[in-house]
């Protein structure tokens, strides 16, 4: 487990998620997976009772939807995300009244790069009014693709400009492209509270964005660091609803 911490996973193209802490803390020598048995058998003052009654246990706490226990293993993530990945990030409150704090246009100014550029444009979706599916044919992605980069240009020279007349930072973002523009946030999450944003986000009809960044969070930090519980989240909770493992 301590290998994780401070581990970096690059996502999107200027985007990344790092593992800043975990509880229980690698030094106590305990796997998150034990914390939660040991926390489902304090009840009678019970510890673990070897590795098949344990794993026992546990599949049976989440099958039979007995969460407390989960909420005892604690994520601590910073992550750099275009802010309209964070607008799904925080929309369901299984995020949403966790631990955030954010990087503040206020303080700190803007970088010429600090823009989501996407690989290609998806078309809408007929058949759902908040999806899209499909790509656009590759002479219009490269149009819109120009486009974009000449408006993000523009917006961070007037941005530039206001800031360098002694414009407020607070004001002067008002001239930034909103939903393109990267964050850097800390974040904390038990995993009860995880596995109910993973199921969300994983989904094949959330946005393409978000759901990158909640794939990399269960491929890369989940699972290493809980193998029985995504062990167990993949047979009871995402194969039920037609969710996809990242890979």
Same mark, same amino acid.
């Given at each position: 487990?301590?290998?994780?911490?401070?581990?970096?996973?690059?996502?999107?193209?200027?985007?990344?998620?790092?593992?800043?802490?975990?509880?229980?803390?690698?030094?106590?020598?305990?796997?998150?997976?034990?914390?939660?048995?040991?926390?489902?058998?304090?009840?009678?003052?019970?510890?673990?009772? @070897?590795?098949?009654?344990?794993?026992?246990?546990?599949?049976?706490?989440?099958?039979?939807?007995?969460?407390?226990?989960?909420?005892?293993?604690?994520?601590?993530?910073?992550?750099?995300?275009?802010?309209?990945?964070?607008?799904?990030?925080?929309?369901?409150?299984?995020?949403?009244?966790?631990?955030?704090?954010?990087?503040?246009?206020?303080?700190?100014?803007?970088?010429?790069?600090?823009?989501?550029?996407?690989?290609?444009?998806?078309?809408?979706?007929?058949?759902?009014?908040?999806?899209?599916? @499909?790509?656009?044919?590759?002479?219009?992605?490269?149009?819109?693709?120009?486009?974009? #980069?000449?408006?993000?240009?523009? @917006?961070?020279?007037?941005?530039?400009?206001?800031?360098?007349? @002694?414009?407020?930072?607070?004001?002067?973002?008002?001239?930034?492209?909103?939903?393109?523009?990267?964050? #850097?946030?800390?974040?904390?999450?038990?995993?009860?509270?995880?596995?109910?944003?993973?199921?969300?986000?994983?989904?094949?009809?959330?946005?393409?964005?978000?759901?990158?960044?909640?794939?990399?969070?269960?491929?890369?930090?989940?699972?290493?660091?809980?193998?029985?519980?995504?062990?167990?989240?993949?047979?009871?909770?995402? #194969?039920?609803?037609?969710?996809?493992?990242?890979?």
């Amino acid at each position: 487990m301590s290998d994780l911490l401070g581990q970096r996973v690059d996502v999107l193209d200027k985007g990344w998620i790092e593992l800043v802490d975990i509880m229980p803390h690698p030094a106590t020598g305990i796997n998150g997976d034990l914390a939660i048995v040991n926390a489902a058998r304090v009840s009678f003052l019970g510890e673990s009772k @070897g590795l098949d009654a344990d794993k026992k246990l546990l599949f049976y706490l989440l099958r039979n939807q007995h969460t407390s226990p989960f909420e005892m293993v604690e994520l601590k993530f910073r992550v750099r995300a275009p802010l309209l990945v964070w607008w799904q990030w925080v929309r369901h409150r299984t995020f949403h009244f966790q631990s955030v704090n954010a990087q503040s246009g206020r303080y700190t100014e803007f970088d010429e790069d600090d823009f989501y550029v996407p690989d290609v444009w998806r078309r809408q979706a007929k058949s759902n009014k908040q999806a899209s599916e @499909g790509e656009l044919v590759p002479e219009a992605s490269a149009e819109f693709l120009d486009k974009l #980069t000449a408006f993000y240009d523009e @917006g961070y020279r007037l941005y530039k400009d206001a800031v360098d007349a @002694g414009v407020s930072r607070e004001m002067a973002r008002l001239f930034l492209p909103g939903f393109s523009v990267y964050y #850097t946030w800390v974040v904390k999450v038990d995993a009860h509270n995880l596995m109910g944003w993973l199921r969300l986000r994983m989904a094949s009809d959330a946005q393409y964005e978000i759901r990158v960044y909640a794939d990399a969070i269960y491929r890369d930090f989940f699972k290493p660091l809980l193998p029985w519980t995504a062990e167990a989240f993949e047979q009871y909770v995402l #194969t039920p609803a037609g969710i996809g493992v990242p890979e």
